[in-house]
């Protein structure tokens, strides 16, 4: 019974701590891990940088000398030249080799070399490749997180709103039965109560939508019970640290993609010389030692000759084995020009490679100019639509003052309440447009992304 109890409590202990798991507030940045680290995405470019690592690898080994090992055993039946005999004779004999064998290139126009540049070269743009889908990712959730939180301040706003307006409801419906106002005044009031019941639908809704995209951004399982913490967001000017040319200094320095197309250019570098390095002699150096044994083998006077079984193969092993040192210089005179055809193309794309490093210098620069004018333009707006909200609150509150004096009707109410709405609308949205932006040339700028 003290078993079936104790299994209980820990079952009951174990279902509490994974609701409370389930029911954990993100941060941004337990986000951008989380994101990172189960992206099917970067997980393949990872594969990929770990193939060309192999591949560089491999590269060092195969400037080395290679060594391998042979041995074969064949079994003649019929007619052959007897190298003992020195005639035709039929026969049915065993025979066979065996030994090892090594040869090392001194020289082949450094194309092994070049080979190995061009591979460490290629690794590393490979490894950029895999910053740029990191620096994607991380942007993407920063988007999608300050999504979240624009919805969740607009849930609010138009919750307030709601509130407001069920207020002047309820206070309008004792005013009818008094007959303080008129049967449309009223009507009007319960028309912007249930339009505004529609906005918060619309707002929950988003909510929603922005948290799921969230969500499957970071590849979770079950995105129900998944939400972030919600931080208060202070915005600070720092549109006068904003300038093309000296944040384009800082981002040049550490944006991938230009990392990458640097890299790539050094790669079909090599790629040249490693053509040029076809047109060049192979010089090699090979040795080898082998020897053989065969069942027709014999030694001593033709009268009185030993051979096989008593001529042994271990003995014929022995006195036949042959050490072989060889020098091989090869000159290549006619490959049909296809040498030189690979010359011409490696040019080509060392050539094509360098436009692709100044079209990506030149994006880059564009982008930046854009996005500092971005910036600079939702900070603009910013500061417009605070002045703006300012101003309809202070309007909305005197044109309410009004309604209760019975100065103005519902219809300019809902007017001054529509204005006063749609501002701090366009203010949220100005606000993290700006957050985004600043936040996008800081993670450029290599300042790590935090709220």
Not at 93 to 112: A, C, R, V
Request: glycine share 4%; aromatic share 10%.
């Amino acid at each position: 019974m003290k078993i079936r109890i104790s299994l209980a409590v820990i079952l009951l202990l174990s279902s509490y701590s994974l609701y409370l798991k389930a029911q954990k507030s993100w941060t941004l940045e337990e986000c951008i891990s989380h994101a990172l680290q189960n992206n099917i995405q970067i997980k393949r470019s990872e594969l990929q940088e770990k193939i060309s690592q192999k591949q560089f690898t491999q590269s060092t080994f195969e400037m080395g000398p290679n060594l391998s090992g042979f041995f074969n055993h064949q079994y003649l039946n019929g007619s052959t030249f007897s190298q003992y005999e020195l005639e035709f004779v039929r026969m049915e004999n065993q025979g066979g080799s065996l030994g090892i064998s090594s040869e090392i290139t001194l020289f082949n126009g450094l194309y092994g070399l070049n080979n190995r540049a061009r591979l460490k070269y290629l690794l590393e743009s490979q490894k950029q490749n895999t910053e740029i889908l990191k620096n994607n990712v991380t942007l993407n959730v920063v988007a999608n997180f300050l999504q979240v939180l624009l919805d969740t301040e607009n849930v609010k706003l138009t919750n307030e709103q709601l509130k407001l307006t069920q207020q002047q409801l309820t206070k309008a419906e004792a005013e009818i039965e008094l007959g303080k106002i008129s049967q449309g005044e009223y009507l009007n009031l319960k028309a912007q109560n249930v339009n505004q019941q529609a906005l918060v639908t619309i707002a929950n809704n988003r909510l929603r939508y922005s948290t799921l995209e969230l969500a499957q951004l970071l590849e979770l399982e079950n995105s129900n019970e998944f939400s972030i913490e919600i931080t208060p967001i202070v915005i600070a000017d720092s549109s006068n640290d904003l300038d093309y040319k000296y944040t384009y200094t800082q981002i040049v320095e550490l944006k991938p993609e230009i990392k990458r197309e640097r890299f790539n250019v050094k790669s079909a570098e090599k790629s040249v010389y490693m053509s040029y390095g076809l047109l060049s002699p192979r010089i090699s150096l090979g040795y080898s030692f082998g020897s053989g044994y065969d069942q027709s083998a014999w030694y001593g006077p033709h009268d009185n000759r030993i051979s096989y079984p008593d001529y042994t193969y271990g003995q014929q092993i022995k006195d036949y084995s042959q050490h072989v040192l060889q020098f091989r210089v090869s000159v290549p005179i006619f490959q049909r020009l296809s040498n030189i055809t690979r010359v011409s193309q490696s040019r080509i794309q060392l050539l094509d490679s360098k436009f692709a490093l100044e079209e990506t210098q030149k994006s880059v620069y564009k982008d930046i100019q854009s996005a500092i004018a971005d910036a600079k333009a939702a900070w603009d707006g910013y500061l417009a639509y605070s002045e703006a909200v300012k101003s309809y609150q202070e309007l909305y509150k005197q044109t309410a003052n009004k309604f209760e004096l019975g100065m103005v009707n519902a219809l300019d109410l809902g007017v001054a309440q529509n204005n006063l709405v749609k501002a701090e609308g366009e203010l949220l949205h100005a606000k993290y447009t700006y957050l985004l932006k600043t936040k996008i040339l800081d993670f450029y700028r290599g300042i790590p992304i935090s709220l």
